[in-house]
């Protein structure tokens, strides 16, 4: 077991096109930490970068107390587990599981123990001798999961493994991997775009946009009190958004009001939390409600946003969940025209023909 960081860590491909932005992260030894954005967000370099199977432009990737810069994937005690995981059809359950410790040339009784170890570990102590076509697709994901557990890796990287399952296959293997993980007490970091599952699996959360970090935190405080609109847009189901309101104080109540038909009191400890500059300033914000807030009479979970940078205009209070571990937890992402234009820079733009 080991921590995982990377430390201003970028990915720039030839031609200027980049995946990942100025990255820090720590992952805590035994943690299991989930990457979650949408598609092309970056969180599948981040693994690649970690495993080695990609190179860093810039910064430092460390495993343990050793920064792994130009170390190769096989010398790095990482395994990781890819989406739709391959096993091979002409292997018994026990040669595949055992393959990756084959070509290390690790002794075959330490292989053997080793399997079985894994097998009872994953119910697949009685289809060890089976060719896979035999086994049914929950049991095939065990198996692509044993051959990773066999190498007893100092961390397992897991590139959004269940896309390719149906719901019910899903909810079962997320299942799975929790209680492995609780088992083993390894470190998991575990891409994917399916909010519910970040949710369900993950001790923290790493939200990403565009190949830049957004905000860092255990799913309770990112649902509770997202930094930015995105975070809370892709982390709350259905959220109504309304982009033009203002806050505005009237007879000692603060007011929310959005155009003609939208005028809402808010309760004293909503408002206690607002940051100063946005109470009868004529300042525009973003308000924000979950479908499940709807029906509630305090209204105390609303969110509100800067109407311009989208982060949120409201501070932290007694119900946040502190963590000294998490290091990330007060950081800041870039805004949204940020982004754009740091991006911008880094495309080479073709040459105008003469």
Same mark, same amino acid.
């Given at each position: ?5 990377? =430390?201003?860590?970028?990915?720039i491909y ?6 990942v932005?100025?990255l820090t992260?720590?992952?805590?030894d ?11 967000? *970056?969180k599948s370099?981040v693994?690649?970068?970690i ?10 990737v460390? /495993?343990g107390e ?6 190769a994937p096989?010398?790095r005690?990482?395994a990781?587990?890819? +989406? ?7 292997? &018994?359950?026990?040669e595949n #599981?055992?393959?990756?410790l084959? $070509?290390r040339? /690790?002794p075959?009784?330490? /292989?053997?123990v080793?399997v ?6 994953l119910g697949?102590?009685d289809?060890?001798?089976?060719? %896979?076509?035999q ?5 095939? +994901?065990?198996?692509a ?7 007893e890796? =100092?961390?397992?990287?897991l590139?959004?493994p269940?896309?390719g399952?149906?719901?019910?296959l899903r909810? +079962? #293997?997320? *299942?799975?991997?929790?209680k492995?993980?609780?088992r083993?007490k390894n470190?998991?970091?575990?891409a !994917?775009?399916?909010? &519910?599952?970040?949710v369900?699996?993950?001790?923290r959360?790493?939200? #990403? ?9 255990t799913?309770q405080?990112?649902y509770d009190y %997202?930094?930015n609109l995105?975070?809370a847009?892709y982390? *709350? ?10 806050l505005?104080?009237?007879?000692g ?9 939208t005028? #809402? ?5 909503? @408002?206690?939390? /607002? =940051?100063e ?6 300042k ?14 305090? $209204? @105390?979970? $609303?969110l509100?946003f800067?109407g311009?940078?989208e982060? @949120?205009v409201?501070?932290?209070d007694g119900?946040?969940? !502190?963590?000294?571990?998490?290091a990330e937890r007060?950081?800041?992402p870039? !805004?949204? +025209?940020?982004? =754009?234009e740091?991006?911008?820079?880094f495309?080479k733009?073709p040459?105008?023909?003469?």
């Open positions: 077991m080991a921590e995982v960081a990377l =430390k201003n860590v970028s990915k030839p031609g200027g096109a980049q995946a932005y100025d992260l720590s992952v805590k035994g943690e299991f930490f989930v990457v979650l954005g949408p598609e092309k967000c *970056g370099t693994l690649r970068l495993a080695g199977l990609e190179d860093v432009s810039l910064g430092e460390f /495993i050793n920064a792994v810069n130009g170390v096989k010398d005690d990482i990781m587990v890819f +989406q739709n995981a391959a096993i091979y059809q002409q292997y &018994t359950v026990a #599981m055992g393959f990756g084959k $070509l040339k /690790i075959q009784p330490v /292989i053997d080793r079985r170890e894994a097998a009872a570990l697949l102590t289809q060890l001798y089976k060719k %896979p076509k086994l049914s697709a929950l049991q095939r +994901q065990r198996v999961l044993g051959g990773t557990i066999v190498r890796p =100092k961390a397992v990287l590139d959004d269940l896309s399952l149906d719901q019910k909810l +079962q #293997m997320r *299942g799975e991997y929790s492995l993980q609780a083993l470190t998991f970091v575990y !994917t775009e399916d909010r &519910t599952e970040a369900a699996l993950a001790t959360i790493a939200v #990403m946009k565009d190949g830049f970090l957004q905000q860092v935190d799913p405080n990112l %997202p930094v995105f975070v847009d982390l *709350g189901a259905d959220l109504e958004i309304c982009r033009d309101a203002e505005l104080e009237e007879e109540s603060v007011h929310l009001k959005a155009g003609e038909d005028d #809402m009191v808010l309760p004293e400890a909503l @408002t206690a939390r /607002i =940051k500059g946005y109470i009868g300033t004529g525009k914000v973003i308000y924000a409600l979950r479908p499940e807030d709807k029906k509630a009479e305090d $209204l @105390t979970h $609303l509100l800067d311009e940078n982060f @949120t409201l501070e932290r119900g946040y969940e !502190t963590d000294e571990g998490n007060d950081f800041l870039l !805004t949204p +025209q940020e982004m =754009k740091l991006s911008e820079k495309i733009k040459k105008k023909k003469k």
